[in-house]
């Protein structure tokens, strides 16, 4: 067995390496979230940035319930191999951005205290959707949500991300730690302000004084990601050993693309992430829009007819010309709701979508994709549908819905059973179970499930039928035999 990646290890000639010695630098980020997504993004522009300029910018990881990234970093010092895998064969990169990593349920106080430490001036976060604990009829917070229900009643022990934000800030408040960034970086819409409005909803429940404190010495700026990141595998491990002559448990892989786009609004300094091909600009919104209609639009869609077609990955979906044909008849309908983007060419980056979605270098697990799709089908295909429901091709959207709808049966083609992994997967279970295959039903008991589509979606005729008539259809063909009629009708 190979030794252990570390910070004292040498690395195979072929592994590019820091350009700087990761322990000359202070942590400056703490990152909640930290996951392989934030390990091949954020850390990465930090890795580069630091090379480039400097600064005490090392991040201090925070993981609110898995010990799998503290087990896999800790003992590496913080090190771990980047895989990127590209029509030019896999490449590694070993990456010192990240100093450790803290367990929070193991020390919910080390994690407060990083939060209020004075020499951290920006948290990061990516924790996906469903833990922010957002009210989808509102906007505002879950006052159901487990994690909100029992910070609330414990705000000095909290468990969720809203919990520990406001109680390191308080705490940086009583200790005059000064101003601080809070730096959402999930797919949610103008994810910024919805993160300030979460975190002074909270606050101002837990203590009175705290908004105004907030309001004045914090910024929440908006900021859109993307670059596609599967979950590691025992392949990523090997291949990771195999590159590198050495273990490493942390390993993550990735494509060759990336893009960060980041309102530049910080309130005490920040890395030179434009260094690392960062792009910061007054609003971010446009780029949002486009990245959550556009990409996780069609990633939905993918997931759950690719899945339901026998597909395994993203990439062997997109050998299936037919669901191909419906993935960029979508991405059309979606562009059409979309303001001017900045610097963009939405029907080249329509195509680009299609060329990385096809990478079949890259195993995003259609499966994965999949999960919660309650708190993802509002920004990704309820949004776009709105605004196109009155003079746009709002059928391009019914076919989505109609597999998110037969996914939620959770009974594959073979008859074999699937956990929907859904924050609302009891009241999925019981309208799926209520609606005994007729697709009427099955229609009517999913769109009343709260937070997930507007009245209007719900309302209208011509919608309900065609998401009636594909969702017929695949109860009687098959997921295939759906994509096949789809796909005809409109050539």
């Not at 601080?180 to 009175?208: K, Q, W, Y």
Request: proline share 6%.
């Amino acid at each position: 067995m190979s030794a252990r990646l570390d910070a004292s290890a040498r690395l195979a000639a072929d592994v590019a390496l820091p350009a700087y010695v990761p322990e000359d630098h202070g942590c400056g980020i703490v990152h909640i979230g930290i996951r392989a997504f934030h390990k091949a993004h954020q850390a990465i522009y930090t890795d580069t940035a630091l090379g480039l300029d400097g600064g005490d910018w090392r991040i201090l990881g925070v993981s609110l319930r898995s010990r799998e990234a503290a087990t896999g970093l800790n003992p590496q010092d913080g090190r771990f191999l980047l895989l990127t895998r590209g029509a030019d064969g896999d490449h590694a990169r070993l990456i010192g951005s990240i100093a450790h990593v803290l367990v929070a349920p193991d020390a919910p106080d080390a994690v407060i205290a990083a939060i209020a430490d004075p020499a951290t001036r920006i948290v990061t976060v990516t924790v996906t959707e469903k833990a922010y604990g957002i009210d989808r009829s509102t906007g505002g917070l879950d006052l159901t949500h487990e994690a909100i229900a029992h910070d609330l009643d414990a705000p000095d022990a909290p468990r969720g991300v809203i919990g520990f934000l406001v109680a390191g800030l308080a705490r940086r408040r009583a200790t005059n730690a000064g101003p601080l960034t809070i730096l959402c970086c999930d797919n949610l819409p103008e994810n910024g302000h919805m993160l300030s409005r979460l975190v002074d909803a909270f606050a101002r429940r837990v203590d009175p004084a705290l908004p105004a404190w907030i309001d004045a010495n914090i910024r929440f700026p908006s900021s859109m990601v993307d670059r596609i990141t599967p979950a590691p595998t025992d392949r990523t491990l090997a291949d990771a050993d195999r590159m590198s002559g050495l273990r490493d448990d942390a390993a993550v892989e990735t494509e060759p693309f990336s893009q960060w786009i980041i309102e530049d609004d910080f309130a005490a300094g920040r890395p030179a992430w434009e260094k690392a091909g960062a792009l910061f600009v007054a609003s971010v919104s446009p780029y949002e829009k486009m990245k959550l209609r556009m990409l996780n639009g069609a990633h939905s869609l993918i997931a759950y007819a690719g899945f339901l077609a026998g597909h395994e990955t993203v990439a062997d979906a997109m050998q299936d010309r037919g669901l191909t044909r419906i993935v960029g008849r979508q991405m059309e309908a979606a562009a059409a709701t979309l303001p001017p983007v900045p610097g963009i060419d939405l029907r080249a980056y329509r195509d680009e979508l299609l060329a990385r979605f096809s990478n079949p270098a890259i195993r995003h697990l259609t499966y994965q994709i999949a999960m919660d799709g309650t708190e993802k089908l509002p920004q990704r295909i309820a949004s776009p549908l709105v605004e196109t429901l009155e003079n746009g091709d709002a059928d391009a959207f019914a076919f989505a819905i109609a597999a998110w709808m037969r996914y939620c049966m959770g009974i594959d083609e073979t008859g074999a059973a699937y956990a929907l992994r859904d924050p609302k997967e009891t009241l999925i279970a019981q309208a799926a179970k209520d609606a005994r295959r007729a697709p009427e039903r099955l229609f009517a008991n999913l769109t009343a499930i709260p937070g997930v589509f507007p009245a209007v979606i719900r309302a209208d005729s011509a919608l309900r039928t065609s998401v009636i008539t594909h969702l017929s259809t695949m109860l009687d063909r098959g997921m295939t035999g759906a994509i096949e009629a789809a796909a005809q009708a409109r050539t």
